[in-house]
């Protein structure tokens, strides 16, 4: 075996363990929140020592904003995908549903971001992590905001204004939704973000 085959199998297998912290993280963070998981509890789901786990990520905060990082990694390229649908004649508010859609199809990532904001208190993670993870959001928030500007021919401080003012009804729909609430005040999120994309189409 070429040394260049011995590095690039070694960077797989460390990939494979990598991805499989992570996995075991996201059952943890889930069953017992980011303050009551532990890297042992997170060794311990992967199979794995706990020096393993320190080999990827020297914190359980660094684990968690790989995860969100990967998961907002994960909604900018669904978005992408639904503006490059529109160039082979998709429909425009696929684009504009795409940041709702995901995560309907994807509420176990939707648990992970929203469990940073209970109640009225914000719990961060450090302010690089924080700032890494909000510029991650941008990016997909971004392709809708110029989606929306060529689309609607807006400035864009406009385009954004509207997709802010839309991911907002989207993340209380989703809450909602994800809560059992409007089951029991007669709702429906999915109808409702659908009329106020409606309406935002229609707006000149």
């Avoid at 425009?92 to 009225?120: C, I, M, N, S, W």
């Avoid at 807006?154 to 993340?171: I, T």
Wanted: net charge negative; hydrophobic share 40%; glycine share 10%.
């Amino acid at each position: 075996m070429s040394d260049a085959a011995r590095t690039n199998r070694r960077a797989a297998i460390q990939a494979f363990k990598r991805q499989g912290i992570l996995e075991a993280a996201e059952s943890v963070f889930l069953e017992v929140g980011l303050e009551g998981a532990t890297i042992r509890a997170i060794a311990k789901q992967a199979g794995c020592a706990t020096g393993t786990v320190y080999l990827h990520f020297e914190t359980k905060e660094a684990v968690y904003a790989a995860l969100l990082g990967g998961s907002l990694d994960r909604l900018a390229y669904w978005i992408g995908e639904k503006v490059a649908d529109t160039k082979n004649g998709g429909p425009a508010k696929e684009v504009l549903l795409a940041f709702f859609a995901y995560y309907v199809a994807h509420p176990r990532e939707l648990d992970l971001g929203l469990y940073l904001f209970q109640g009225t208190q914000r719990r961060g993670l450090s302010k690089e992590f924080d700032a890494e993870l909000n510029d991650r959001l941008d990016q997909g928030l971004d392709v809708i905001v110029e989606y929306l500007k060529s689309l609607k021919g807006w400035s864009p401080e406009r385009s954004r204004a509207a997709v802010l003012d839309l991911v907002s009804h989207m993340v209380g729909c989703l809450i909602l939704e994800n809560t059992g609430r409007f089951q029991s005040l007669g709702g429906n999120g999915a109808e409702i973000i659908s009329q106020r994309v409606d309406d935002l189409l229609e707006e000149k």
